[in-house]
Structure formats: structure tokens, C-alpha cells
């Protein structure tokens, strides 16, 4: 079965971390465009950032530029959101995809289909 499996969600308070994961399962992610969504509740969702299919470019919202970082694993076909100093509005569930299509500029989030690979999604609460 092709598909994404996300894992690292949880509760942290204001200014902790979390490093959220995505394997890859049945396909490899080399010719992939990643990308990072979140949608909190009563809100649209949002895309956080994303690593263009060459990994030298990447992009990030502006609500978590210097805060997060996006990478990935070729090798063992693992994506990471490495989240740091988190902040109460960074609560959401987060959802990781991989879009043969999708394109990934420094400046831009290209649209990320949904018929792409799309993982299950993962909680995440930044809380006192």
C-alpha cells in the first residue's frame, strides 16, 4: 500500500519542540515535492512549508520562518518538521504530502493536489 505514515504530535508547552516524521511506504520519495499543512479548528488549512524535489530550495510561512525546519531522508524515505519554539497559534493537526506536481519556490507553496500522498495527520497542542 502506497502511503504516508505520520508520527510526533503531542502536547508541549509555549516555547518547547517537537520534531514530527513521515515514512514513506511502498514508493520512494526522490522525484517527490514535499510539503507540510497544518488546519486548526474553524480554520482553513494552511501550508507551512515545503522542500522542492532537489532540496535545494525550500520555503516556509511566514508564521514559522526561523521557527521550524523542514528536511528529509532519501535514504531511509523519512520527511521531518522540526518545530521549535512553539507558540499557542501553531496548534493544529499537521499533515505531511508528497506531489510529483507540486512546485516549491523560496518565495512560493505550490498547490498540492489531494489525490497526492497525503499522510494521516498528527496532532499537535502548545499549551501552559
Known amino acids: 500500500q502506497l502511503q504516508l505514515v505520520e508520527s510526533g504530535g503531542g502536547s508541549v508547552q509555549p516555547g518547547g519542540s517537537l520534531r514530527l516524521s513521515c515514512v514513506a511506504s511502498g514508493f520512494t520519495l526522490d522525484h517527490f515535492t514535499i510539503g507540510w499543512f497544518r488546519q486548526a479548528p474553524g480554520k482553513e488549512r494552511e501550508g507551512v512549508s515545503c522542500i522542492s524535489r532537489g532540496e535545494s530550495i525550500t520555503y516556509y510561512a511566514d508564521s514559522v520562518k526561523g521557527r521550524f525546519t523542514a528536511s528529509r531522508d532519501k535514504a531511509t524515505k523519512m520527511i521531518y518538521l522540526q518545530m521549535n519554539s512553539l507558540k499557542p497559534e501553531d496548534t493544529a493537526v499537521y499533515y505531511c504530502?508528497?506531489?510529483?506536481?507540486?512546485?516549491?519556490?523560496?518565495?512560493?507553496?505550490?498547490?498540492?493536489?489531494?489525490?497526492?500522498?497525503w499522510g494521516q495527520g498528527t496532532q499537535v497542542t502548545v499549551a501552559s
Open positions: 504530502t508528497a506531489d510529483y506536481f507540486a512546485l516549491c519556490t523560496a518565495q512560493r507553496m505550490g498547490n498540492f493536489s489531494l489525490n497526492a500522498y
